[in-house]
């Protein structure tokens, strides 16, 4: 969360006039500078769960599914979990939480790589956030 210093910052930065207050010109353009960057962020989260990483997680099951080294003898399991690890459905549900963990952080860095051309974490100045028009 933004310090009460940084979002005053922004103000200042926002205010192409220098009148110490924002027209409506300039609030318009601040909010659809912050809305943009947001819904980009939001979007690329979205479609990578809903998306990629189903979609990934169903391929790599596929593959995996016929691969003969994957196959752990049934006599080294316990009884219960013998059903468990052989179910197509549990593996895919696994491989996507895992994709949407690695998948959704490369998603936010490309973003912020696209706007910010560096990652926002490390990025204290908001210099770049307000379009010159």
């Known amino acids: 969360m933004p310090s009460r210093a ?4 922004l103000f200042r930065r926002a205010d192409t006039s220098k009148t110490g ?3 409506i ?6 909010v659809r500078t912050l809305y943009a960057r947001v819904s980009t962020r939001i979007l690329a989260l979205k479609v ?5 990483a189903p979609a ?22 316990p009884t219960f979990l013998e059903p468990l690890l052989s179910n197509e459905a549990v593996w895919s549900s696994v491989l996507t939480l895992l994709f949407v963990i690695g998948l959704s952080d490369l998603a936010l860095k490309t973003i912020d ?10 990025y204290e100045g908001v210099d770049d956030l307000i379009p010159k028009d």
Do not use: I, S
């Open 113 to 122: 790589l696209m706007w910010w051309g560096k990652g926002t974490l490390n």
């Open 21 to 23: 207050r924002l027209d």
């Open 6 to 9: 940084r979002v005053m910052e």
């Open 48 to 52: 990578v769960k809903m998306f990629f």
């Open 56 to 77: 990934c997680a169903v391929a790599l099951t596929g593959y995996l599914k016929g691969q003969d080294w994957l196959t752990v003898p049934k006599q080294h399991l």
């Open 25 to 30: 010109g300039e609030f318009r353009r601040l």
